[in-house]
């Protein structure tokens, strides 16, 4: 049904190359990466430190300029103006005018984007009960904590009530409440039909929210995909702890099935496929074994990741394709 | 909503955030002190106190105005790019020229705004010390605007592309030049190499003549002038600044904002 859904962003072949100083050699930043974001989906791009994913977003806001390749967003141009109405951005870190209350702020953003000023109050002061800045609304943004300030960077991307919403790092820096409460209003958004683009490098909030991801090492789409196919799919086996079980036996189950032997302190674990799991707790238990555990074998999001960025040795689902 | 309404946006917003700033108050000051104190040396003169006390007071306006304009003005651009407030407003349906001309426009209300104080209290005290005030004399301060409106522009230009630093140098250095273009052209007029004649004179063309905007003499001494006298100066004023901001509009609009 995912794949019958609208491509909301498409970014093709893009490359972009810096020159750090006048003199310098160019720097190749992004290698001509491909991927696309679908209509009503929370898309996560992943990477490391460095990785070009703040560079592919502000190419895609029209802060900078590809040096080829083509970069779209509802069909339009990403240097086009007119379809920002249609669009929300929260940078990482957002800067604002300190001088500023929170609710100054809004309306100057509600003013940029077009809303009407008959409806421009009612946004602002709706937005600012959504966000939970109502208390704080005419308070200078100076006095602002990280977090309120994160909170307000959403409010001003959605003041204009756009389709599409772009997150640069929405949960860096945060605190657990901070964080917790962006994952709850990323979800929200999702709830009222949004797609959303975020960048991040939290995997876990990632697995939590996402529906598709795609992880970018080096300017390069290491992989591309649905965050389910990563984490929940396929048979990759079942995971048997058991106690109280000596080595001998351990040894010989392990060779009976073919089964990777790990020691976890006077605990060993044993990966089975699913179809033996039911024979070989039996001849655990009678070898005198207690079972501590058994739980389907999952690759997290992490394991692919470090696969992708050259650290890991799990290879599942990295598509490696350069794009 | 109109590209007109969103520059004024940015305007009203720039207007803002000099009405915020207590370090023009502090400049404001300083430029009233200055014409406060041409009173008091005025008061020390037996001959021609109402011209001492009215160029001291011409002398604080512009050069108050041209030095507010020149630091508020070297860092219009580059501070919303390095404070990255920029990427936000950006995101919106707004384009980058309209953000510059909002700017210019903002930083230019500002200034006029401040100078207008300061014309106030010239008018007051000129009013209080029984000196003169004749239609030379608004003259004399509506193309000092537009002398500002220039330099706000000269700054605006260079903060779309370098930093405040380097912004404040070529500022200065073009208000400078800018004010003795007309001595270096009549001075190489003068000269027996044509080279150096065409150089003084193609010099005196390519920068800001801000000394046509210089009418503070004949408000001071209550000369007669012409209509050509005020509309020639406002039309190159108005053509310069133009010139000005579609360079700047064309510089800021490649720029990469990393």
């Given at each position: 049904m995912q794949s019958?859904?609208?491509?909301?962003?498409?970014?093709?072949?893009?490359?972009?190359?810096?020159?750090?100083?006048?003199?310098?050699?160019?720097?190749r930043i992004l290698h001509g990466i491909t991927?696309?974001?679908?209509?009503?989906?929370?898309?996560?791009?992943?990477?490391?430190?460095?990785?070009?994913?703040?560079?592919?977003?502000?190419?895609?806001?029209?802060?900078?300029?590809?040096?080829?390749?083509?970069?779209?967003i509802l069909g339009h141009a990403v240097h086009e103006t007119e379809f920002r109405r249609q669009i929300g951005f929260l940078p990482e870190n957002p800067y604002f005018y300190t001088y500023l209350t929170g609710r100054e702020i809004l309306e100057f953003y509600a003013r940029l984007s077009g809303v009407p000023a008959a409806a421009r109050g009612e946004r602002v002061a709706s937005l600012l009960e959504w966000v939970g800045l109502t208390d704080a609304a005419n308070a200078r943004l100076?006095?602002?904590?990280?977090?309120?300030?994160?909170?307000?960077?959403?409010?001003?991307?959605?003041?204009?009530?756009?389709k599409v919403v772009f997150l640069d790092e929405p949960m860096s820096g945060l605190d657990p409440i901070g964080?917790?409460?962006?994952?709850?209003?990323?979800?929200?958004?999702?709830?009222?039909?949004?797609?959303?683009?975020?960048n991040t490098h939290i995997l876990h909030d990632v697995e939590m929210v996402c529906d598709r991801v795609a992880i970018i090492v080096k300017g390069r789409i290491r992989y591309e995909g649905g965050v389910g196919d990563v984490v929940g799919g396929g048979d990759d086996g079942v995971d048997v702890v058991i106690a109280n079980l000596a080595a001998e036996h351990a040894t010989r189950i392990s060779e009976h099935f073919e089964a990777p032997l790990r020691g976890v302190g006077d605990r060993i674990e044993l990966r089975f496929a699913a179809?033996?799991?039911?024979?070989?707790?039996?001849?655990?238990?009678?070898?005198?074994?207690?079972?501590?555990?058994?739980?389907?074998?999952?690759?997290?999001?992490?394991?692919?990741?470090?696969?992708?960025?050259?650290?890991?040795?799990?290879?599942?689902?990295?598509?490696?394709?350069g794009r | 909503m109109s590209a007109w309404l969103r520059i004024w946006t940015i305007a009203i917003n720039t207007l803002r955030e000099a009405v915020r700033n207590k370090l023009l108050y502090t400049l404001l000051f300083f430029a009233i002190a200055l014409i406060g104190f041409g009173v008091i040396l005025s008061t020390l003169s037996y001959v021609e106190s109402e011209r001492i006390l009215q160029d001291f007071g011409f002398a604080g306006i512009r050069l108050f105005s041209v030095a507010i304009a020149i630091f508020v003005?070297?860092?219009?651009?580059?501070?919303?790019?390095?404070?990255?407030?920029?990427?936000?407003?950006?995101?919106?349906?707004?384009?980058r020229a309209e953000f510059l001309l909002g700017k210019y426009v903002g930083l230019l209300v500002t200034i006029w705004l401040q100078a207008a104080i300061m014309i106030g209290f010239f008018v007051v005290v000129s009013i209080?010390?029984?000196?003169?005030?004749?239609?030379?004399?608004?003259?004399?301060?509506?193309?000092?605007?537009?002398?500002?409106?220039?330099?706000?522009?000269?700054?605006?230009?260079?903060?779309?592309?370098?930093?405040?630093?380097?912004?404040?140098?070529?500022?200065?250095?073009?208000w400078a030049l800018g004010h003795s273009t007309r001595e270096l052209r009549d001075i190489g007029a003068s000269s027996e190499s044509v080279s150096i004649q065409q150089a003084t004179a193609l010099f005196?063309?390519?920068?800001?003549?801000?000394?046509?905007?210089?009418?503070?003499?004949?408000?001071?001494?209550?000369?007669?002038?012409?209509a050509s006298d005020v509309w020639l100066p406002v039309a190159y004023g108005l053509g310069y600044v133009g010139i000005l901001l579609v360079a700047a509009v064309a510089i800021f609009e490649r720029r990469d904002l990393r």
């Open positions: 019958e859904a609208r491509e909301i962003i498409r970014i093709e072949n893009i490359v972009k190359d810096f020159r750090p100083g006048f003199g310098v050699r160019r720097k991927f696309s974001v679908r209509e009503g989906e929370i898309f996560g791009f992943v990477g490391p430190n460095g990785a070009g994913k703040t560079t592919t977003l502000k190419i895609l806001m029209g802060l900078i300029r590809a040096t080829s390749g083509d970069a779209r100076q006095t602002y904590s990280k977090g309120m300030l994160q909170r307000l960077g959403i409010a001003q991307a959605l003041v204009h009530d756009p964080r917790v409460e962006i994952r709850d209003l990323i979800l929200r958004l999702r709830s009222e039909g949004k797609t959303v683009f975020m179809k033996q799991t039911d024979e070989a707790v039996r001849m655990a238990l009678d070898a005198g074994g207690s079972i501590v555990s058994v739980s389907p074998h999952r690759d997290s999001l992490e394991s692919v990741f470090l696969t992708a960025v050259g650290q890991g040795t799990l290879a599942k689902g990295v598509s490696g394709s | 003005g070297v860092s219009l651009i580059h501070r919303e790019v390095d404070r990255r407030t920029v990427y936000t407003i950006l995101s919106k349906p707004l384009s209080g010390t029984g000196a003169p005030l004749t239609a030379a004399h608004a003259v004399a301060f509506g193309l000092a605007a537009v002398e500002l409106a220039v330099i706000v522009a000269v700054a605006t230009l260079f903060s779309a592309f370098t930093t405040p630093m380097l912004a404040s140098f070529f500022s200065v250095g073009i005196h063309r390519v920068m800001p003549d801000l000394e046509s905007f210089n009418f503070s003499i004949q408000a001071a001494h209550g000369l007669a002038f012409a």
